[in-house]
């Protein structure tokens, strides 16, 4: 069977792009990569990590959107359990809200709770 390499990029429906951008790239660090402009519209948006590691794609679509809200879409790796913890600090410092801290199945931690503006949870997790 031919090889995978990690996930390339996830896409995720947002019912405003401008709104969730700003939001992926204050809170998570992330940087705009590429624009996708319609009809003279911003209907997606690419963002990366800045070493490239973390690819989001952000796409127009209420709907899905909506239908997403409460769900644990993506967990979002963190190279140490440190790190994880570090995030915590620095979400609380913009007073971004959160489930806190937990051990994921395999001993990891893993950051719950942490919304989107359209309030689909991203987790960030540290094996």
């Given at each position: 069977?031919?090889?995978l390499?990690?996930?390339h990029?996830?896409k995720?429906?947002?019912s405003?792009?401008?709104?969730?951008?700003e939001?992926?790239r204050?809170?998570?660090?992330l940087?705009?990569?590429?624009e996708?402009?319609?009809?003279?519209e911003?209907?997606?948006?690419?963002?990366?990590?800045?070493?490239g590691?973390?690819?989001?794609?952000l796409?127009?679509?209420?709907?899905r959107?909506a239908?997403l809200?409460?769900?644990?879409?993506v967990?979002?790796g963190?190279?140490?359990?440190?790190?994880?913890?570090a995030w915590a600090?620095?979400?609380?410092?913009?007073?971004?809200?959160h489930?806190?801290?937990?051990?994921?199945?395999r001993g990891?931690?893993v950051?719950?709770?942490?919304?989107?503006?359209?309030?689909i949870?991203i987790?960030l997790y540290?094996a």
């Amino acid at each position: 069977m031919p090889d995978l390499a990690p996930i390339h990029h996830v896409k995720i429906p947002v019912s405003d792009v401008r709104a969730s951008s700003e939001w992926y790239r204050h809170v998570l660090g992330l940087a705009v990569a590429i624009e996708f402009t319609e009809d003279g519209e911003l209907r997606g948006v690419a963002l990366e990590a800045p070493d490239g590691s973390t690819q989001i794609a952000l796409r127009h679509d209420p709907e899905r959107a909506a239908a997403l809200r409460g769900f644990d879409l993506v967990a979002l790796g963190v190279p140490t359990r440190d790190g994880v913890h570090a995030w915590a600090d620095h979400l609380a410092a913009l007073g971004q809200r959160h489930g806190g801290l937990v051990t994921g199945h395999r001993g990891g931690t893993v950051l719950v709770g942490l919304h989107d503006p359209d309030g689909i949870e991203i987790r960030l997790y540290a094996a």
